[in-house]
């Protein structure tokens, strides 16, 4: 199915129907974990409107019974021609009328998705993260059990890159106070992975995707609780908080590449991430290279002075110093530097990402074309898995 062609746009989850809490009540007092007992009847549009909200609010959240959900459905559209399907609609029962086959399950089901309850309120150096743990989570949702099979990156399918995610999210919940499942006291990637992969190793591509989900919410739900207590911060307040606002960065930086990487090997599309956040990718990009950068030119190089230019929606120019990487705000004149470089900024955060080879970026270098080319050749040294 396509959620994207009915859901809510990417980079944000939908927000639940205003009863969705109570509902979710409901559903556990009446229906315990799952909704199985009711599923046919919804299907066929016989239940009433208060069990119509539980159940598409059970199946916005439970993976297990939406898999359920449209195997039954598309059974019963071969037997029966088709479920009603207005129930995805209950402002335009026309609309639902009008559906005939599969058309009418896969409303259904993105109405479902839609109601997941959305990410709770989170501080602004969060919400880069939690838009493209949205973004990626509606892409899972498209995933066929085929696509969940197929190798993607170091030979890892959707199912093991999810449980990557996971291993490497663990750093965050474990830097502001959360348990972390399985507990992995090492910081090193590789080792995460890995004791996760083991962990996991016999778990359902549901399993591990809720997992994966519901540790991020949890995430959320904690920077979100900081955010309203007024206990974060500015980024720029203290060493700790800019930390942060980094590593959540680099964790929505790499959420939306390996977002990419899924899409891609199974010929669908993952969003660009919005202009402002894209941006914030670049610049932590440019801040980590900078010191790579002077480490690798001679000696008699190092104090030169680079103008970064990148274009496209989220770009803007930086002024790499031999002590600092900023910002240039405004459109005023660029300052004199020993090195100009220029390229697209998605072309520049593929680069970074390893997702693309420097010499086939469209890039525009002036000055010592030597400094700029140092800096394109060390920008995926960035990038992990």
Request: glycine fraction near 8%; aromatic fraction near 4%; charge should be negative.
């Amino acid at each position: 199915m396509s959620v994207r062609k009915a859901g809510a746009g990417p980079g944000d989850l939908a927000h639940p129907h205003p009863s969705v809490h109570l509902s979710e009540a409901r559903s556990e007092a009446r229906y315990g974990q799952h909704v199985d007992d009711i599923l046919g009847a919804y299907l066929l549009g016989a239940v009433d409107p208060d069990e119509t909200i539980i159940v598409e609010t059970h199946l916005g959240r439970c993976v297990q019974c939406s898999a359920t959900a449209e195997t039954l459905g598309l059974g019963l559209v071969g037997l029966a021609g088709a479920p009603p399907a207005t129930a995805a609609f209950p402002d335009d029962p026309a609309r639902g009328a009008e559906l005939t086959g599969a058309a009418r399950m896969e409303a259904v089901m993105a109405a479902a998705l839609a109601r997941r309850p959305a990410m709770p309120p989170v501080s602004e150096i969060a919400d880069v993260y939690v838009t493209q743990v949205a973004a990626i989570d509606r892409l899972l949702a498209e995933l066929t059990a085929d696509d969940w099979a197929l190798p993607v990156v170091n030979g890892w399918n959707p199912r093991e890159l999810v449980a990557h995610l996971a291993a490497t999210d663990g750093l965050v919940a474990a830097g502001i106070g959360l348990p972390v499942d399985p507990p992995v006291r090492s910081t090193d990637l590789d080792e995460r992975t890995a004791a996760v992969h083991a962990y996991q190793h016999d778990w359902s591509a549901e399993r591990t995707w809720r997992a994966w989900h519901d540790a991020a919410s949890r995430i959320a739900e904690r920077l979100g609780q900081a955010a309203r207590s007024g206990a974060a911060p500015p980024a720029t307040a203290d060493k700790r908080t800019a930390r942060l606002y980094d590593y959540l960065t680099a964790r929505a930086f790499e959420t939306w590449i390996h977002g990419r990487d899924i899409a891609e090997r199974v010929g669908l599309a993952m969003p660009l991430p919005p202009a402002d956040h894209l941006h914030r990718m670049a610049d932590s990009a440019i801040r980590m290279l900078n010191p790579l950068l002077r480490a690798a030119l001679p000696p008699t190089s190092t104090d030169v002075t680079v103008l970064v230019t990148l274009s496209g929606a989220g770009g803007g120019r930086w002024h790499v110093t031999p002590e600092v990487a900023r910002t240039i705000p405004g459109t005023g004149d660029d300052p004199a530097v020993s090195a100009r470089l220029s390229a697209d900024i998605v072309d520049f955060c593929l680069l970074v990402a390893d997702r693309t080879r420097a010499q086939d970026v469209n890039v525009r270098l002036a000055g010592d074309t030597d400094v700029g080319w140092a800096m394109l050749g060390l920008a995926p040294s960035l990038s992990g898995a």
